[in-house]
Structure formats: C-alpha cells, structure tokens
C-alpha cells in the first residue's frame, strides 16, 4: 500500500504533535479523533494506519473498545532523517544528467498507472457506445 506524500507527512505531524502533548508516552485516541483531525476519509484512515504501523512509525494497541486505540509514536528521532530521504528520493537528477534508479522506478509506475487509466477509458467509451445502440434500438422500437 502507498500513501501520497502529502497524507504521509500530515498523520507524522499529527502523531508528532498528539506524542508531544502526551509526553511522548502511549496514548489512547479515538479513531474519529484522528479522522478528524486529519480531515481524511475512513478508507484513508485504516490505510495510513496500516502504512504507519507497517513503517514502524506508531505502535497500535487495541484501546477500551473497536473505536479507540492505544498508540505509540515510535518515530521521535527518525521523523527528520526520513523527511530528508523522502525529498531526495523524488523526483530528480544526478548531476550527471542520468536518472537516478528510483526516478526511473516512479517513471515505469506512473507509466503503467496512466495506461491502466486509458484502457478504463476505452472500455467505458465502448460500454457507452453499446448503451447509446441498444438505446437507439429501444426508440425505433417505441416509435413504430
């Protein structure tokens, strides 16, 4: 599972943020709160847990109940050092003019995703154009 950077870097900001006020213990948070708080949807929210518990940034607990969890920020001195991987990870160029192996790596992922996208697009062009036929069919039909 991936995340976009953006949705990445706002739950270490608020689990950063929840930490520090918790002095940097575990706390038990209800998920509502951090769907909230981060203003993403529920599907998002169970996603960039996973990812986050998978990164091994936060350590989650079952809370006092299904809506609650017991969380653990874990990622207290590698948030800066992580933070500086990922901007040199991006998109970028060697100072030779060579693409670096992982910007050739997102180029092919891209590349396969905007595919995927134009054959969903030709398969819907083709569903609507036999719906528009059928259509036709269903007026002659109506009309004599």
């Known amino acids: 599972m991936k995340l ?5 870097n706002k739950f270490l900001e608020f689990f950063e ?14 998920y509502s709160e951090i769907q909230r708080e981060t203003g993403v949807a529920s ?15 936060i350590e989650i607990n079952q809370g006092r109940n299904t809506r609650y969890g017991k969380i653990r920020y874990l990622n207290k001195l590698n948030s800066n050092s ?18 670096n192996p992982g910007t050739l790596h997102q180029i092919k992922n891209m590349s396969s995703l905007v595919e995927q996208l134009r054959q969903r697009v ?3 062009e083709m569903t609507i154009s036999v719906i528009l ?12």
Do not use: P
Not at 4 to 8: A, E, F, R
Not at 43 to 57: P, Q, S, Y
Not at 90 to 99: E, S
């Open 17 to 30: 943020k929840v930490s520090k006020k918790h002095e940097e213990d575990q706390f038990e948070i209800a």
């Open 133 to 144: 036929d059928r259509l036709a069919d269903l007026e002659d039909r109506v009309h004599r």
């Open 43 to 57: 599907i998002t929210l169970k996603k960039a847990l996973k990812v986050l518990e998978d990164d091994k940034v």
């Open 4 to 8: 976009k950077d953006k949705t990445y």
């Open 122 to 124: 030709r398969t819907q």
């Open 82 to 99: 992580k933070d500086l991987a990922n901007r040199t990870r991006t998109l970028a160029l060697v100072d030779d003019g060579t693409v």
